[in-house]
């Protein structure tokens, strides 16, 4: 089952352009010439219409499935033009959360099982709002109580640490966001770019793959660190989070992601030359706020590891040492966060097993939480 790979985790992040594949076959529509044409949702075209008149889109999840949605919020508010909110599902309860008949709330969830995703889903439908879900395991029970939605089609994730279903969830719902600006003629250019970026992903992926070996090299660095900070904006917040999150579950040592925006209201006073800390400065329009960022840091000696596109050797100066600096392919803005992950994945990975921990099942952890 796990084929030439020590564990489950390892196998299920080289997978990755396999399974982003799969998440867009038939999806992705091409000409006779070869050329990316639009995108087509089959289980989806009869409730377009019904999105896009709704007063807001809803995403909804935990843990990783909740992160996915950070990472595709600012892209479905540029092409949707609706306010879209992010509700993790355990709050929706506690809070009793206002939802409408003309919301449109969209459940992620990679087991389709989760107990506090799915009483979110009950209580949304109670509410009457049209409900989607993004869900890998086909006929699980948020699959099934959706009114419709999309199977992201990563195949079995077994390990606890959730990597594949985080790429593919992201996709899908860069898909979703597509085919509902459809009907926008002004945004057509946009919406082309980012197709041509969608069916470039898996390349582009199995290029940041590469840096597997780069990564044991800085893991064995840290092993012995108590703490790790990263900090991302813009497109690249979820992967400050999500690479926290990975950090902390597998490898068990304390991670935080933040918003960079934040670090002045707080976090900074955390900063010395001992505490590692990531920022992630790929070419973006927040950019330019990130290479400050890393200015600010390093005028306090800060230990900095810098994520940041392949061809930008403006940031090398900044990094301590070689082994602080990853170079990843670049993609459209809003993918970027697909191929940005990887390195910290393989990143936690490589740390949890430099540091002896169960890589496939964290102490403490289930695949799916079925109990609230
Ligand atoms: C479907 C088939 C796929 C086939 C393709 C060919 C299934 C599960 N999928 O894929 O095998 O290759 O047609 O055209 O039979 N849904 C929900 N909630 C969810 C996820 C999905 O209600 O969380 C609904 C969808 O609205 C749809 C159905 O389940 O009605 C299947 O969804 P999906 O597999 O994503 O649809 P297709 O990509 O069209
Ligand atoms: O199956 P789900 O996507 O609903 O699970 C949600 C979370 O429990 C899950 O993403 C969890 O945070 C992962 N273990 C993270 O790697």
Redesign the pocket.
């Given at each position: 089952m796990k084929g030439n790979f020590d564990h489950f985790m390892k196998k299920e992040i080289h997978e990755q352009p396999d399974a982003i594949q799969q998440t867009m076959r038939?999806?992705v529509v091409f000409d006779a010439d070869g050329n990316v044409q639009r995108v087509f949702?089959?289980?989806?075209v009869d409730y377009l219409s019904t999105i896009r008149r709704s007063r807001r889109i809803i995403l909804c999840g935990c843990g990783t499935s909740y992160n996915s949605a950070i990472a595709v919020r600012q892209l479905m508010e540029e092409l949707t033009e609706l306010p879209v909110t992010l509700e993790l599902a355990s709050d929706v309860l506690d809070r009793q959360c206002p939802f409408f008949r003309d919301d449109s709330i969209i459940f992620i969830s990679q087991s389709g099982e989760t107990a506090d995703t799915l009483r979110a889903l009950e209580y949304a439908k109670s509410k009457g709002a049209l409900c989607i879900?993004?869900?890998n395991v086909?006929g699980s029970a948020?699959?099934r109580a959706?009114?419709?939605?999309?199977?992201i089609n990563a195949g079995a994730e077994i390990g606890v640490a959730s990597t594949k279903a985080y790429t593919c969830q992201i996709t899908s719902m860069v898909l979703l966001a597509l085919a509902l600006s459809e009907d926008s003629r002004s945004r057509a250019d946009r919406r082309m770019d980012i197709m041509r970026g969608v069916v470039t992903l898996p390349d582009t992926m199995r290029r940041a793959l590469e840096l597997d070996q780069k990564m044991l090299a800085l893991a064995r660095t840290l092993v012995d660190e108590n703490s790790l900070l990263l900090f991302g904006r813009g497109y690249n917040y979820a992967t400050a989070l999500e690479g926290a999150l990975k950090v902390k579950e597998v490898a068990l040592l304390h991670s935080e992601g933040i918003l960079a925006g934040e670090m002045k209201h707080g976090p900074l006073a955390l900063v010395d030359e001992t505490l590692p800390l990531v920022v992630i400065a790929t070419r973006d329009s927040s950019y330019l706020k990130q290479k400050s960022v890393i200015e600010q840091l390093r005028a306090r000696d800060a230990r900095c590891i810098l994520i940041v596109s392949e061809d930008d050797d403006s940031l090398d100066k900044f990094a301590s040492n070689e082994d602080m600096i990853i170079k990843v392919p670049e993609v459209c803005d809003c993918l970027q966060p697909l191929i940005n992950i990887v390195p910290l994945q393989l990143l936690s990975y490589h740390l949890t097993v430099l540091r002896g921990h169960n890589v496939d099942q964290p102490r403490n952890l289930a695949k799916s939480v079925t109990v609230e």
């Open positions: 038939g999806r949702l089959g289980g989806m879900g993004i869900v086909v948020i699959s959706t009114d419709c939605g999309l199977h």
